[in-house]
């Protein structure tokens, strides 16, 4: 899954071709209207006219920076040192919910012993080319630790 590839910057280069098309996403768009009145994008909202007003709030890129940053908040945060080694065990046993953009009840985990995905919590969403926007078809769906078993060895090692 592409935290990027979900965004208006491509769609709009697939054109017509790109109407009704289906994706995974684990965040919220900040261009469906649906979202218009959470505290999260309102919040970024607020936040990305203050620093970056040349930036497009709608744009997917930019949302999915805006929730890798709080992210490493979070982390940054919840490690005990800020030494390269606590920083990175900290992020390897993660649990977060309610950062950046992420949907109402979903949920970043990570696991050191076993599962370093993150984002394995996500919604189907289907874009429209006249809204501009993604909107989830169906309800969340949980992979929380499983990415690794059905993910080919040599793209987890290397």
């Not at 979900?6 to 054109?15: D, E, R």
């Not at 959470?38 to 990305?48: I, M, R, W």
């Amino acid at each position: 899954m592409s935290g990027t590839c979900t965004s208006k910057t491509l769609m709009a280069i697939a054109g017509e071709a790109g109407n009704d098309v289906l994706t995974v996403l684990p965040l919220m768009d900040p261009s469906n209207p649906a979202f218009a009145s959470s505290p999260a994008v309102t919040l970024y909202k607020e936040k990305l006219a203050k620093f970056a007003p040349t930036a497009d709030p709608g744009n997917g890129i930019v949302a999915y920076g805006w929730t890798a940053g709080a992210m490493l908040q979070k982390i940054l945060e919840d490690s005990p040192k800020l030494t390269r080694l606590s920083v990175m065990e900290t992020a390897r046993s993660f649990t977060a919910s309610g950062i950046g953009l992420m949907p109402k009840g979903a949920k970043f985990v990570t696991n050191i012993k076993n599962d370093w995905f993150l984002g394995e919590q996500f919604e189907i969403v289907q874009y429209s080319t006249t809204k501009g926007y993604f909107s989830p078809v169906g309800g969340a769906i949980d992979f929380n630790g499983k990415t690794a078993s059905f993910t080919p060895k040599a793209l987890i090692n290397g």
